[in-house]
């Protein structure tokens, strides 16, 4: 008979009891975060149903725990492979509603590929974020290179990466993890489980409830945490940043959230899951549980919320507009070298 797994942490709600202590600015400005990616991820959806862009993949729901981790690193300084859902991320990161938008459109002076590559896959050289791509799972060996030569260099950076649950399917997931766990890295690994891998749901997907209990087979910490809770999100990432920092070793991260919207905009989610199941979910919303909780604290108030809907609006419009009036590249660029000059984005 095998032995059974140790028991991982359960990390439930922050928002009740507020132990973690951040500035009141600092929480201001997670929401605004928050907010700006919600509004223009629900842009990108319009513009698909207007038939202004060709495709879109959605970060809707995952806010919480993408800027829970945006803020416990160091921005600009660590190094960030992320997954196509993370828009949240990328934004509080320096990418900007502009970039994307340009991406969507795939106008001339898209940052990451020269808008040879589909949306969402995110890049800045100067951001510190490292390129993606659309085979899933392949940055998370990629990350534990990254954080073997930090540690090899003697630098205090680490290297955090994020995939969906999905992707934990495939061979890269474990041979990085294993690669981590051996060599005690400054990694941070992510999943974002919002229990659908396209269409497949998790219990047909794996045969342990939770992706963090395979922590231990790779001799790392495991964590689970409330994905739709932004507090509870950036207190485990602080941990395990902080862990990894110093010298501490790598940690895998399971944050439980959900997609309320399909899982792209060529995908039909109502053919594998009820209304009711997305409906109950909403309630569960990242960003109407931090809305509720920075009211209740007085740290913001309903007329400062219509400000920020009101500065996101604009933004999103702002953006929009600069990329449709953005011109298509040449058609000779598709030709064009695939590694980015030296003084790239």
């Not at 990329?323 to 790239?344: C, H, I, K, M, R």
Request: with cysteine.
């Amino acid at each position: 008979m095998s032995a059974s797994l140790p028991s991982l942490p359960q990390i439930d709600s922050c928002l009740d009891d507020a132990d973690v202590h951040l500035a009141p600015e600092t929480l201001r400005e997670m929401f605004w975060q928050m907010l700006l990616a919600r509004r223009l991820d629900e842009r990108a959806w319009v513009l698909h149903r207007q038939g202004k862009i060709v495709f879109h993949i959605s970060g809707i729901g995952h806010e919480a725990i993408q800027i829970g981790a945006a803020y416990a690193i160091r921005a600009g300084y660590d190094y960030v492979h992320p997954y196509y859902r993370d828009l949240a991320l990328n934004l509080a990161l320096g990418y900007t509603p502009v970039q994307f938008m340009l991406s969507l459109f795939g106008r001339a002076g898209e940052s990451t590929s020269g808008a040879r590559q589909m949306p969402s896959h995110w890049g800045s050289r100067r951001l510190n974020i490292v390129s993606g791509s659309s085979p899933v799972a392949t940055q998370v060996p990629q990350a534990a290179g990254m954080a073997l030569a930090c540690k090899l260099r003697g630098e205090d950076r680490i290297a955090l990466t994020t995939l969906g649950e999905g992707s934990t399917s495939q061979g890269d997931f474990y041979e990085g993890l294993n690669w981590a766990g051996i060599h005690h890295l400054p990694l941070v690994c992510i999943v974002q489980n919002n229990i659908y891998a396209i269409s497949v749901p998790l219990e047909r997907q794996m045969a342990v409830p939770n992706v963090a209990d395979r922590a231990p087979m790779f001799g790392i910490a495991g964590v689970i945490v409330d994905g739709n809770d932004v507090l509870a999100c950036y207190r485990v990432v602080k941990e395990a940043v902080d862990r990894a920092r110093s010298g501490g070793g790598a940690t895998l991260i399971e944050a439980k959230t959900y997609r309320p919207v399909p899982h792209s905009s060529d995908d039909d989610d109502r053919s594998y899951r009820s209304r009711e199941e997305v409906n109950a979910w909403k309630e569960r919303d990242p960003i109407v549980r931090f809305r509720s909780y920075l009211l209740d604290k007085s740290i913001l108030t309903e007329q400062e919320i219509a400000r920020y809907e009101a500065r996101a609006r604009k933004e999103v419009d702002a953006a929009q507009a600069d990329a449709e009036a953005a011109p298509y590249p040449p058609p000779q660029n598709a030709l064009g070298a695939v590694f980015a000059p030296s003084n790239g984005e």
